[in-house]
């Protein structure tokens, strides 16, 4: 685990006048001191660092944390964090509005009532938008081992299979592989189905001359890839043959639109221009593409209004879909980097439509 990551959001800490900030998102603790338990909560000062964390996860901290000083806590993790608080003589204590509940900054204004507390907004998130080189080689691998996973499992798709089967296969598949966890309830989504972006897989059969959006994410060492694609079990319609075109080509323009310097805006419409050029503009009522790293889903979202400049090292999906209510739907959806040589793929296997 980098220092970098902690020198980072001190610089940002500074900037905002905070003497202190709490974290409590599992996927930015995680991404600054190396946890990967599911219980904590961080405090950070510029020149200390706590992980607040309960008996159960002392061995596994002290084996994944640097950073950071462990500091257990029977039962009460907001009473522990007050008293670090006021140990450590904190004044203005930033918090991470997005991930705080209600409750919970209840709790934290009751412990340090002479605090001032201050809500900040995706802080850490915005630093995780830029992967270091240990990040990438990490999202890499769980793209490797999803692509094999996906090709395998497309060798034994057949009619008949019901479409809780086929996520099933690829579920297994993907741990053998070495994947820690499935990204998402995987998608599989047959025939009419296919027409719902995020249809889960369902009880229903695989039937002949059927479309189905396959979209699956693995995680590896916390690392997520995501990849879809659309198959045909048999021949497809005359319409499925129309639109698969139209969609494979929306994603080559978003692929080439895509490097440093370019809005993620500006890779958006590049997808959707195609879409909406062949009249399909409204069956396409998703993004292009998000983020991928510690969460499936993170900055920068690429979609209509997203203003911010793609840079090196951001790792996000295109995957620009057409769906027709009643009839069914394309997805094609690949995990990209931005590296010193341009744009890279990092998960593969064949775009054109497969037709088993
Ligand atoms: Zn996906
Ligand atoms: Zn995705």
């Known amino acids: 685990?980098?220092?970098?990551?902690?020198?980072?959001?001190?610089?940002?800490?500074?900037?905002?006048?905070?003497?202190?900030?709490?974290?409590?998102?599992?996927?930015d603790i995680r991404y600054l001191s190396g946890f990967s338990g599911s219980t904590a909560l961080a405090l950070i000062t510029q020149s200390r660092a706590a992980l607040i964390l309960d008996f159960r996860y002392l061995t596994q901290a002290a084996r994944e944390v640097s950073h950071f000083e462990i500091v257990t806590t029977p039962t009460k993790p907001w009473d522990a964090v007050a008293?670090?608080?006021?140990?450590?003589?904190?004044?203005?204590?930033?918090?991470?509005?997005?991930?705080?509940?209600?409750?919970?900054?209840?709790?934290?204004?009751?412990?340090?009532?002479?605090?001032?507390l201050v809500a900040t907004s995706e802080l850490i998130k915005d630093l995780r938008m830029v992967k270091d080189s240990e990040e990438v080689t990490l999202i890499q691998k769980s793209a490797e081992i999803l692509?094999?996973?996906?090709?395998?499992?497309?060798?034994?798709?057949?009619?008949?299979?019901?479409?809780?089967?086929?996520?099933?296969?690829?579920?297994?598949?993907?741990?053998?592989h070495g994947a820690d966890r499935e990204g998402f309830d995987t998608i599989v989504a047959s025939g009419e189905r296919s027409a719902m972006p995020h249809g889960i897989a369902s009880d229903k059969e695989l039937i002949k001359g059927e479309l189905v959006i396959i979209d699956c994410g693995c995680g590896y060492q916390g690392y997520?890839?995501?990849?879809?694609?659309?198959?045909?079990?048999?021949?497809?319609?005359?319409?499925?043959?129309?639109?698969y075109p139209v969609v494979l080509r929306a994603q080559e323009q978003a692929?080439?639109?895509?490097?440093?310097?370019?809005?993620?805006?500006?890779?958006?419409?590049?997808?959707?221009?195609?879409?909406?050029?062949?009249?399909?503009?409204?069956?396409?009522?998703?993004?292009?593409?998000?983020?991928?790293?510690?969460?499936?889903?993170?900055?920068p979202t690429l979609s209509r209004?997203?203003?911010?400049?793609?840079?090196?090292?951001?790792?996000?999906?295109?995957?620009?879909?057409?769906?027709?209510?009643?009839?069914?739907?394309?997805?094609?959806?690949?995990?990209?980097?931005?590296?010193?040589?341009?744009?890279?793929v990092l998960t593969s296997a064949p775009r054109e439509l497969l037709i088993l």
């Open 1 to 27: 685990m980098s220092s970098k990551r902690l020198g980072r959001i001190r610089q940002e800490m500074a900037r905002l006048g905070l003497d202190g900030l709490l974290v409590s998102s599992l996927q």
């Open 83 to 116: 008293n670090l608080a006021q140990d450590w003589k904190i004044q203005r204590l930033g918090f991470e509005a997005e991930d705080l509940s209600f409750f919970q900054h209840e709790k934290l204004k009751e412990g340090l009532p002479d605090v001032t």
């Open 147 to 176: 692509s094999i996973t996906l090709e395998e499992v497309l060798s034994e798709i057949k009619p008949g299979l019901r479409e809780r089967e086929v996520a099933a296969l690829l579920e297994y598949r993907m741990k053998i």
């Open 224 to 243: 997520n890839a995501d990849i879809t694609r659309t198959i045909a079990l048999g021949k497809p319609s005359a319409r499925a043959l129309e639109i």
């Open 255 to 299: 692929l080439a639109t895509a490097r440093v310097g370019v809005r993620a805006a500006t890779v958006d419409k590049a997808a959707r221009q195609v879409i909406e050029g062949e009249g399909y503009g409204e069956f396409f009522g998703h993004n292009t593409g998000h983020g991928v790293g510690l969460s499936v889903h993170e900055k």
């Open 305 to 344: 209004d997203s203003e911010i400049p793609l840079e090196e090292g951001m790792t996000f999906t295109i995957e620009p879909g057409i769906y027709l209510p009643g009839v069914g739907g394309i997805r094609i959806e690949d995990t990209v980097t931005l590296g010193l040589r341009g744009l890279e």
